[in-house]
């Protein structure tokens, strides 16, 4: 079934929607969960469907990116025939590295040549869902669709720098595209969540026909311009969903964790694979108080820790009362600081005694290895 | 080419753990969990890799499945290796026989194929039951320097303790003239950690002769040890100097996880430059509820907590459940302690269920001594296991056939 299908991660979409947290990095390794990057969720969701080759089409800041995947035995992808492929963009005299998701595509049309899978699945990083793979190509098997796009119903406002809303009928076929409408507080809408299934030699031909034409975007291109010719179905899922488009977003479904039933949906049934950084358990003192809040392994806790997320490492001296905030990895309180509203990216370092303080809709920030 | 490897480590994983009783039932002693995350093979197994030794020979014998398992490939020590990297070696049939290891010398023995194959010039044998971080290679310097056939790993200990270990009485330069295995009267403090390494030809020719010498029981400690010096080999001592714990009882298990603790512990397993490496579960990271009142103690990922956690060690995926409570315990993987039950100065064993309202384990001022249920069992709601009570099966209560 889904051994029939390659994977494809876009890494770097979406990397303007958090400025802040994408800065060093791309979307794809911006820390979630604790102890997760985003890539995680969209990677594990191939994964836990069978998928053993995934490429991760890349083009920037993709450092970071490289030292998580390693050689993708955390994935259990280090393989021999396909597991996971870094796919950096391509260039020659005649051409730039990639401008938009067509370009890209064309520039990994050797790696969609090379495989002999059926189905492509083109994932981006940008959110965080349980998404049942090969439940979408069955769905994709069944209508004989040549392109099946997964959507989340949604309500109230949405923002990005490129998104779209799918208007399917009765059977799932998808009458019409919208491309970044407004969206007022009460509308309800189908929101493709940038995961799509297409059989393999039908995007490649669809590629080259784009590419010879000039054409740039998937959406306004072809997408919205073909709906009569060429057979898109959407695919309804109807679990737990979150878009990360921006700090405040991040922070919202971060804080959402920890709730029992989103964790156990994310969590529960099947894994959620990552890197492994070998740290020891957590550890926490007599003076620690520590209520809801999700703890990475590495953690020492002096101190008090309330509605919080900590990642790995994360040390919270005597004194300090830390609430609703998001600590990344290996960030340092030092003791007696207050925080409420904060989110620290790796290696930030909070002195003794300083008071930092923002709030739900505009969390404090304090950017990588910082020290305040 | 020609490739070899300097020193080849040979690591006894056999040993059954009758002394650990329900908790090693099923499973080989060093297969057993430790400190949260753990197995107690961990530790010679990062020992290994963090002072550059990549070939380890693991033997098993008793119950290996499960540790065979966890070693898998050896990758998350970095022991996956095409030359070298870490074997299982179980015992085998053989074209003229057949045989189970009969004793430590006699396993070395059985697998002396293994070892020549990477025509090593030294070989480090380890026990596979003891907590602790030590350089080998320090070790093997020492080796090196004073020419000795062997250099066996010692540590100081009370002296009233010694006669549990084979104790070593050196001469002021660290050489060893006698060696006692269990002495009744200890002459020294010294105890050996069943840790040796022999120049390798020295190593083949002593287990040669010890394999067709009739009245040997195939041990390192008794026999292979006392022919070496009986013949006049030169036969080092190396002290050394940090934590070293033998988990081989109830007792010393749960004081070795209980060392874990607090901000400066006596055993520190965080320390950046001597990593101890396992196979890593996939776990969230833990969760503490509004009701979580956890004071100092180590917990794992995947934790679920509602309810209080003092002074103890909780594995991966541990369920304390609202209103419930546990004080100076050691709960390893899976298991569920539900509302309102109590769990004190105990051991308990993987994916075990302590029903609503249970308590098991007394108070360790009691002196009742520590209970420990062995694993996948349910203790039934409301009943009482008594302080150090062993149990490896459902309990409902004591009943009158017992």
Redesign the interface.
Known sequence: MANQAVGVIFSNIHDDNIPELSHHRTMASIPFGGRYRLIDFALSNMVNSGITTVGIVTKNNYVSLIDHIGSGKDWDLARKDGGIVLLPPYSDENDAPYTNRLEALKGITGFLNRRKEEYVVISDCDTISRIDIADVIRFHEEKHSDFTMVYHEEEGEYHSSYFMTLEPDKDGRVKGVKINPVLKNKDKYNLYVNVMVLNREFLIHLIQDAVTRGLSSFGRDILTKNLDTIKVYAYKFDGYFAGINSLEKYYQHSMELLDKDVRSELFGARDIYTKVRDSAPSKYTDNAVVKNSLISDGCVIDGTVENCILFRGVNIGKGSIVKNSILMQDTVIGSNAELDCVITDKNAVIRDRRHLAGCEELPYFVAKGRML | MFRKKECVAMLLAGGQGSRLYALTNNIAKPAVAF???YRIIDFPLSNCINSGIDTVGVLTQYQPLELNEYIGNG??WDLDRAFGGVHILSPYQAKKKSSWYEGTANAIYQNLNFIKKYHPDYVLILSGDHIYKMDYAAMLKAHKQTGAACTIAAIEVPLKEASRFGVLNTREDGSIYEFEEKPKQPKSNLASMGIYIFSAEKLYEYLEQDEINPESSKDFGKDVLPAMLNAGEKMLSYLFNGYWKDVGTISSLWESNMDL???KPAFD??DPDW????R?P????????????????????GCEIEGNVEHS?LATGVIVEEGATVKDSVIMAGTVIKKGATVTYSIIDENVVIDDGASVGEDKAKNAGIAVLGRDLTVAANIKVAGGQIIDKDYKGETNNG
């Open positions: 400190g949260a995350k990758q998350p603790l607090g901000v397993v965080s990593k101890i490496h396992s890593n996939l776990a969230p990271p833990e969760y503490l509820g509004e009701h979580a009142r956890v004071s100092n103690s180590l917990i794992a990922l060690v």
